[in-house]
């Protein structure tokens, strides 16, 4: 069977529009309130993926990264890099806004 120029460039279209949606970055269309305050190391907090940890039942968002999906190539190593960044109280999360998902946008320092 063979699409009509019309149907091929629907497809095509809707897949640019969908993929693109897909890689902005959630900081870029963060929205509503953020709980900003000070930093804190979020010790005790556990890493869901390469980018999201969950802390006290709210999920954080580190701002600026863009880590595998879970499943995909490379996700576990990010979950594990993100975790023993967590256990290290090395770093520090500042919760700067809220994502389309309702979660905090977190931005990462490296604690003194």
Not at 51 to 65: A, P, S
Not at 72 to 92: C, M, V, Y
Not at 94 to 99: E, G, L, Y
Request: proline share 3%; hydrophobic share 30%.
């Amino acid at each position: 069977m063979r699409l009509s120029f019309r149907t091929r460039f629907a497809t095509i279209l809707t897949g640019v529009i969908v993929v693109s949606s897909w890689s902005v970055s959630s900081d870029a269309v963060a929205r509503g309130s953020g709980s900003s305050g000070s930093y804190h190391a979020y010790k005790g907090a556990k890493a869901i993926d390469g980018d999201t940890f969950r802390y006290g039942g709210e999920r954080y968002r580190v701002q600026q990264y863009n880590a595998p999906e879970l499943g995909r190539p490379g996700s576990r190593a990010a979950t594990r890099s993100l975790q023993n960044k967590i256990d290290s109280g090395n770093h520090e999360w500042k919760p700067v806004a809220r994502d389309v998902y309702g979660r905090s946008i977190a931005r990462e320092r490296r604690a003194d």
